[in-house]
């Protein structure tokens, strides 16, 4: 069974930084595009990054909220993706979630349909 687990989101003041990790079971991580988005309250789930965008290259692409503030990285050996964040920001409050397509090799884009497996998502909150 494929499962992803999202964890370190918390409560942070604006101008800290987070780093937030998608862990896998049941899948081999390294092979996917792995995408993360958020959603805020009230507001449509937002593409913020994804690792292996260019099928396999490792070169990461990030929404335009998270240009030159996160930083999505991963770690083979431990079968998980990382999401680096900093300086936050109030308007990145959000559940944050990881997800990843249904086959090996696809380019899925940042369309959140495209998208098959999820996690259950962690809450970031930055306070002003």
């Known amino acids: 069974q494929v499962q992803l687990e999202e964890s370190g989101g918390k409560l942070v003041q604006a101008g800290d930084s987070l780093k937030l990790t998608c862990a896998a079971s049941g899948v081999t991580l390294h092979l996917y595009v792995v995408a993360w988005f958020r959603q805020a309250p009230g507001k449509e789930r937002e593409f913020v990054g994804a690792i292996n965008w260019g099928r396999g290259s490792g070169t990461p692409d990030y929404g335009d909220s998270a240009k030159g503030r996160f930083t999505a990285t991963k770690d083979v050996s431990k079968n998980s993706v990382y999401l680096q964040m900093d300086n936050l920001k109030p308007e990145d409050t959000a559940v944050y979630s990881c997800?990843?397509?249904?086959?090996?090799?696809?380019?899925?884009?940042?369309?959140?349909?495209?998208?098959?497996?999820w996690g259950r998502g962690t809450q970031v909150t930055v306070s002003s």
């Open positions: 997800a990843i397509p249904r086959r090996v090799g696809t380019a899925p884009g940042r369309d959140p349909n495209a998208y098959e497996t």
